[in-house]
């Protein structure tokens, strides 16, 4: 995480007319825990996966003022459970003119499990992705931007959970250049993915999407909506389906701060329903006051909640929560720490003695949820010790406290990594 906020970091700030390229190598060593505890058959199972490793990270790139400009990161790991690699390519065109005309990516990604690794999934993968943007015109207002994607993931042993695939795609953008406005995007996107194992569960999609970001007077907007149709190639497989997403965010000044709206839509619909594939719609909302300097600490405090309409399924719910962060930028000590506390409500779920309130019928197999307390803590946090060392911490944990105690659940994540650059 570190070396990608560095590297964001290189491409916003502003070049200077005598920049060099730039190149950071940045070594680190570290210790991972996966934390997972439920009920199984008749006793309560944790699960735990440790692993020690040691990485590398090597990235660089070219004078920012070039017309050609290129970038390169390497990053490998090896650790007691597995080991992984990166290697990512770029190159961008962009005249005098300050526009670009041509951007390409490539990067390729492996991960090879030891014979004696804790993980229960543990095919080792080789993935490819490529990228082609075009920008063949601009006009005084917009901007044509053409996109080709490629993707490849093979596993060394797939499975029903780890399967094979190669994708294709094409897109179409047109872009703003800044107007009163505000910035836009809307364009069409198709995209072909194939199954070699499971040629039934082969998919084309083909969606439109937009988003708008526009300064009122009321305060700040950002608006964004996908619909998309995915069709299947076997139907008794898998049914084709439409997704419609919308997203929605307003930040007003008050009192110093602001007052924060944030709206998630998300629906499915699919042409034949099914025991697995039914008709849904999840709508996440938050409201919340945020207050502090941006460049230094922030901090928010949220109310949150969540809806899951799902027919017959014993899936939909209702929830609702309240959420608390704080963000620190200091030379010594940056992070993020959130938290959250709340309750989720199913329909078909079980009453405060634990007894069902409703179940649903999978061949003949009774599925039921009850409700649950919940907490996630997440924590994101570098102390900088001097100008070579640094400490780099990313954790979280999230039990659910149901009323039918086998429902138990904890889910948990640390990594804490010492980092070395010279």
Known sequence: MTAAVGLAAALVLPATADEPPVSRLRLSAGHDTFLQT???????????????NLAADYEARSRRQNKHQWHWRTELVAGSQLRRELFDVGYRWQPATGKPRVRT???????????DSDYGLNSDTREIRGDLYLYPWYGRRAGLD??????????????????????VGAAAFLNSRGTASGIWRCGLR?????????????????????DLDRSLGLGDLWLYHRSERRLIADENARPSAWLHWDEARLAVPAGGGHVIANLNSEVWRYDRETTVWFDAWRTDLELGYRWGDLLRSQQQVSLTGQRLAAGASPEAYTQAGLRGSIEAYHHALSGILSLEVGRRWYRNGADDSGDPTGAF???????????????????????????????????????????EPDDNTVLGFSSLRLAWRP
């Open 146 to 167: 053409l996109r080709l994607r490629a993707r490849r993931l093979d596993h060394s042993r797939p499975s029903v959970l780890e399967q094979d695939y190669r994708e």
């Open 38 to 52: 439920y009920y199984l058959a008749t006793d309560d199972t944790t699960e735990t996966i440790t692993e020690f």
């Open 190 to 210: 198709a995209t072909q993915r194939a199954y070699p194992d499971s040629a039934a569960i082969d998919r084309e999609t083909f969606a439109v999407e937009g």
């Open 361 to 403: 019928d999978l061949g003949g197999l009774a599925l039921a949820y009850s409700d649950f307390t919940y907490l996630e803590i997440w924590i994101m946090a570098t102390w900088t010790l001097n100008d070579r060392w640094s400490l780099d911490l990313t954790a979280s944990y999230q039990p659910e406290r149901h009323t």
């Open 105 to 115: 990516d490539l990067s390729w990604a492996g991960r090879q499990y030891r014979a």
